[in-house]
């Protein structure tokens, strides 16, 4: 063991004290256009980084070991003393372009510092390395449990100091609030502001917060955020105009804005906001009055009633999406022309009424109440197909919304036009400086490469896994599933094993209720209709006979800690009863038993009868028969074997749907580019 680093003479640089670059009005990073040549150069680059992902990671291991053995000499540091040296190295990384090792060396040696005398937490060495990752623009994959919350503050800590404005972007309101409100006695202590974006803040509010040195954000608050800048700004918004304008102009469009720019961000939870989300494109739209009234709504579901499937439409589950056949168009014209239904103007164009159609037919086959909406207050309210949480100022676009609406016999709410439109990919690779955190990459990690130029840096635990997988069990039918499933918990439950029980839906979450109250089994249910109590219902899952059901990864970024005594039972048992779209979700789920090197449980009850099984190119029906033929234990194989291929091929599925919004984002940028303005 070497002996601790002696800190240099304490006394602040000569000359300027900052040398940041020249100050943009608003700052963002716009990539120009790939061609062939510069697609082939980052497949090389990308593959070089990953040969040399072993040398990043012995390099991040060594910055942690010497921050370490700086805590000595820094413990020893008076408070005045700890401040002047926070200062001087505030200066040093000011006065350089890039971060050296040294000064985040030190900067972690001194973070680390305030912290255990702020908050009575010093950061442990997986933690720094972490944090020596996302400095150098990496996805740091740290498994659940590993504070990765208190890894952002490193990070954040340090790149605040060296004068960046920036982001820490999470998931949900509550825990944007909830670590800024935790982590802001130690950034205060390091001379630093702490803002966080809140769901009904007017502009003021949020350009207040953003002007801060960390802000704390959900992903979906700063997206639009940055479009209502571009919208405001305009297409003429050069740097110099800017500039001007706010010299001399009585009302600048500066003074209009939230946000200062985009310069340094920090996505907690990574995989779920840069791949999972990264499907939907996000749209600011605005009201453009009822484009339809009742009538022709009702029109259209009627004559989707009398359409059958697979000679008038075909049901593509897995892509989310109806697809007319030519019999059905024929059709379709011949019912619009009958009845009053052919004086309406919306029934003249065939794109029109095809549209009509098509949208009243995925009301009623594709989106299903308490799966991707929940009714609240006489309203349709969308429920996050990712996150499971509602999203109450969020609707459906093309009529959609207003189709669903009536089908459940609500209030029509008005049409609404798009005033701005931008995926995630072109959103976050405007930020200079981009990093990540994730509990798991599986499959993904290309996809980082490729689209955010992000490289993966896999972390190791503080502590050995200590977390037990069962086998799966796959049963034929929901049925037998649910009771296999409520025997289970029965059992666990008389030992006084606490236990989560994972799905994907409110629906699935009722159903799980309804066996466990007829087993006579007490259970707290956590969906997304009560999502302002996750995070109290998920930290007591840990205690002594409790069970929770939760819906898709509620309460993530919630610690479980266990009770008294339960790490002998076995610690916390995870139960999955539905396949997610991805393994890596499966992972995460897994991921809230043993945590930190504690005891824990995994075990998937399935069924044939899960929602995967659509994506399966075995049917259903064939596959409970050859389970029978083969017998319980072959059976049982063959069926785990059949939902994780289902698994894969969504997991392909999806990852053309991104690539294809990517394309189609790039294609309408050039279109778009004539005319100045591609948002």
């Known amino acids: 063991m070497s002996d601790p680093l002696a800190l240099p003479a304490g ?84 006065a350089r372009k890039n971060f050296r090792d040294a000064d985040i060396t030190e900067a972690f040696a001194l973070i680390r510092e305030m912290s255990g005398r702020v908050k009575g937490q010093r950061h442990y060495g997986v933690q720094m390395m972490g944090a020596a990752a996302l400095l150098d623009g990496r996805i740091a994959q740290m498994a659940t449990g590993e504070g990765k919350t208190l890894t952002a503050t490193l990070a954040a800590g340090a790149a605040a100091l060296a004068g960046l404005p920036v982001h820490v972007v999470t998931v949900n309101d509550y825990l944007a609030e909830r670590d800024a409100e935790e982590m802001r006695p130690l950034y205060a202590a390091l001379g630093l502001t702490v803002g966080v974006i809140k769901e009904k803040q007017e502009q003021p509010e949020r350009a207040l917060a953003y002007g801060c040195n960390i802000t704390y954000c959900t992903n979906k608050d700063l997206a639009f955020d940055y479009l209502r800048d571009r919208i405001a700004l305009g297409q003429r918004a050069s740097d110099v105009r800017l500039k001007l304008e706010n010299m001399h102009a009585s009302a600048s469009r500066l003074a209009q804005l939230r946000l200062r720019g985009l310069h340094f961000a920090i996505v907690d939870e990574a995989d779920s906001v840069l791949i999972d989300e990264a499907r939907t494109p996000l749209i600011i739209s605005a009201p453009a009055g009822s484009q339809f009234g009742t009538e022709v709504l009702a029109r259209a579901m009627e004559i989707a009633g009398q359409l059958s499937s697979p000679q008038d439409y075909a049901i593509e589950a897995a892509e989310h999406r109806i697809v007319l056949t030519e019999p059905g168009r024929e059709r379709i014209t011949t019912l619009a022309k009958s009845e009053t239904a052919g004086h309406d103007s919306a029934w003249r164009g065939r794109v029109t009424r095809e549209g009509l159609v098509r949208q009243a037919l995925s009301a009623l086959h594709l989106f299903r109440r308490d799966e991707h909406y929940i009714l609240r207050d006489g309203k349709v309210v969308i429920v996050d197909a990712n996150t499971g949480r509602v999203m109450p100022d969020r609707s459906w676009s093309d009529g959609l919304h207003q189709m669903v609406e009536h089908k459940e016999g609500c209030a029509l709410s008005g049409a609404r036009a798009t005033l701005a439109r931008m995926t995630y990919q072109r959103f976050f690779r405007r930020y200079p400086r981009l990093a990540g955190m994730t509990g798991t990459t599986r499959g993904v990690a ?76 007490p259970h707290t249910v956590l969906s997304a209709a009560q999502d302002g109590q996750e995070a109290a219902i998920v930290a007591q899952a840990g205690q002594r006979g409790r069970i929770t059901v939760a819906t898709n990864m509620a309460g993530r970024g919630t610690d479980i800690k266990l009770g008294p005594g339960i790490a002998e039972l076995g610690g916390l048992h995870v139960i999955m009863v539905e396949r997610q779209d991805a393994r890596r979700i499966d992972d995460q789920l897994a991921g809230r038993s043993g945590r930190q090197g504690e005891p824990g449980c995994f075990q998937a009850i399935l069924s044939l009868d899960d929602p995967l099984m659509e994506s399966s190119l075995v049917g259903r029906g064939l596959a409970r028969r050859i ?42 940028d050039r279109i778009l580019a004539f005319a100045g303005h591609a948002e």
């Open 11 to 94: 006394r602040l640089p000569a000359g300027p004290a900052f040398h940041l670059p020249s100050a943009r009005a608003y700052s963002e990073y716009k990539p120009l256009k790939a061609t062939r040549l510069d697609q082939a150069a980052a497949k090389v680059v990308g593959l070089a980084r990953v040969g040399l992902a072993g040398w990043a990671s012995r390099r991040y291991a060594r910055i942690a070991r010497n921050a370490l053995a700086l805590a000595e000499a820094v413990a020893e540091l008076s408070e005045e003393a700890l401040r002047f040296r926070i200062r001087a190295i505030a200066s040093a990384l000011r």
């Open 627 to 668: 389970m029978a033929a083969l017998g319980p234990a072959r059976g049982r194989a063959l069926g785990a074997r059949l939902l994780r291929h289902a698994q894969l091929r969504t997991e392909r599925l999806h990852g053309r749907m991104r690539a294809d919004l990517l394309h189609s984002d790039q294609m309408q």
């Open 446 to 521: 290309a996809e980082f490469w490729t689209v955010y130029r992000l490289p993966v840096a896999r972390i190791p635990t503080h502590r050995p896994v200590q977390r037990r997988h069962l086998p799966d069990e796959v049963l034929p039918d929901e049925g037998a599933k649910w009771r296999r499933v409520t025997e289970r918990i029965a059992e666990l439950h008389a030992r006084g094993c606490p236990v989560l029980v994972g799905t994907r839906s409110v629906a699935a979450s009722a159903r799980a209720s309804a066996y466990l109250t007829e087993a006579g089994l």
